[in-house]
């Protein structure tokens, strides 16, 4: 994918929804097919683990399965797409945004601690 500078983030970008089972695990086949159903709606790009991704409660692997399934699809389609790579320990974010950089996102995002001071 190519990575685009804030310039190029234009446009309407669809966030991927964190589905689960009734038992609360991820269901990823429901997962796969809301990314086909994004897809085929063209939108300027997709993006995920972010709030409505539910991140901060994603265990790493989760992280990581939910990641590669939306490069995979994304990159088959040609559809720019973001990975939020955040978590409320900034070790893990790190992390997260070195284990996501050879999945070749057009984007990260990345959320600041509820601590951190706004001014």
């Not at 601690?113 to 706004?118: A, E, I, L, V």
């Amino acid at each position: 994918m190519k990575i685009f500078d804030h310039k190029k983030i234009i446009g309407n970008w669809a966030t991927l929804l964190l589905t689960t089972g009734s038992n609360g695990i991820i269901d990823y086949s429901r997962l796969s097919d809301e990314i086909d159903v994004l897809i085929a709606a063209r939108p300027n790009g997709i993006y995920c683990n972010g709030t409505a991704g539910e991140f901060y409660t994603l265990t790493e692997d989760e992280f990581d399965k939910i990641a590669s399934l939306l490069a995979e699809k994304c990159s088959g389609a040609d559809i720019p797409y973001q990975i939020g790579v955040s978590h409320t320990s900034p070790q893990i974010t790190l992390n997260r945004l070195q284990r996501t950089k050879h999945l070749k996102p057009s984007a990260v995002q990345v959320i600041l601690p509820d601590w951190f001071p706004t001014t």
